[in-house]
């Protein structure tokens, strides 16, 4: 055995090596935590701070430049003048309020005759202008939203791929487009009925739906003439009625 194991004074030092390096680690400990507590000021709080110096600034000129005096007498102006107000004309179709007068007068407004639109044409079976289809492809995102982004349909909106009714008489598909569609339809078998129906899209120009139509005509499967603005423009008059049935459709 190792005689030095058992020296009192080589136990002694080593003791105090031990406690020695004890304190050295807790003065160095003592001295972050001292210098590191004048400022707590975390990342944040620093991010923060321009944020709130600009702020006060956009407080400051918007009180010099509109008082609460001039503030309150704007309320009182504006005011008035809404009271004062008489409504007015509109200027678009689509702008009717359901269930009004005008949009009354319109539901109860002879059906429109589609058969020249439906009738069948020498260039049913040309090619489609690619540039079409890229009008109808970029109007479609919205459409994909309920029917799918290959036009496989969800939950409450009927499949586009191999339906009956995109490929049949191009009417239907304006007419939907421009009126929207309510109450049930039946797609492939399967009966739909999305609540509130389909809204409709009159906002989009002729163009745009002609484009679209055609797209969905021609893809996912499907094979159809194209649609022609000419004819998105000839049922432009349909715009403001109410929502459209699958029954006042031609069947497919």
């Not at 107000?85 to 702008?95: C, G, I």
């Not at 202008?129 to 994909?144: H, I, N, R, S, Y």
């Not at 609540?195 to 679209?212: H, K, L, N, S």
Request: glycine share 8%; proline share 8%.
């Amino acid at each position: 055995m190792d005689p030095s194991r058992d020296n009192p004074i080589l136990r002694f030092t080593t003791f105090f090596w031990g406690l020695g390096t004890f304190l050295i680690f807790a003065i160095l400990f003592a001295a972050i935590w001292v210098f590191t507590k004048a400022d707590s000021a975390t990342l944040e709080d620093a991010a923060s701070k321009p944020r709130y110096e600009t702020r006060k600034k956009i407080e400051a000129a918007q009180a010099a430049n509109l008082p609460p005096e001039g503030l309150e007498k704007a309320i009182l102006k504006v005011s008035a003048d809404l009271v004062a107000s008489k409504p007015v004309a509109v200027e678009k179709a689509e702008q009717l309020v359901p269930g009004s007068p005008t949009a009354l007068k319109m539901a109860s407004a002879p059906k429109v005759d589609t058969s020249a639109i439906d009738a069948p044409t020498a260039d049913a079976d040309a090619p489609i202008d690619p540039a079409v289809m890229e009008t109808g492809k970029a109007q479609f995102l919205v459409c994909a939203a309920c029917h799918g982004q290959n036009g496989e349909g969800g939950p409450i909106a009927p499949p586009l791929a191999g339906a009956e009714w995109v490929t049949g008489p191009i009417s239907n598909l304006i007419l939907i487009q421009l009126r929207g569609l309510q109450g049930a339809i039946t797609v492939k078998g399967v009966e739909y009925n999305m609540p509130g129906g389909m809204a409709p899209m009159a906002y989009q120009t002729d163009d745009q739906i002609a484009g679209v139509l055609t797209y969905i005509r021609n893809s996912f499967g499907n094979k159809a003439s194209a649609v022609k603005p000419d004819q998105v423009k000839a049922l432009r008059g349909e715009v403001g009625k109410p929502q459209i049935t699958a029954a006042e459709l031609i069947q497919p």
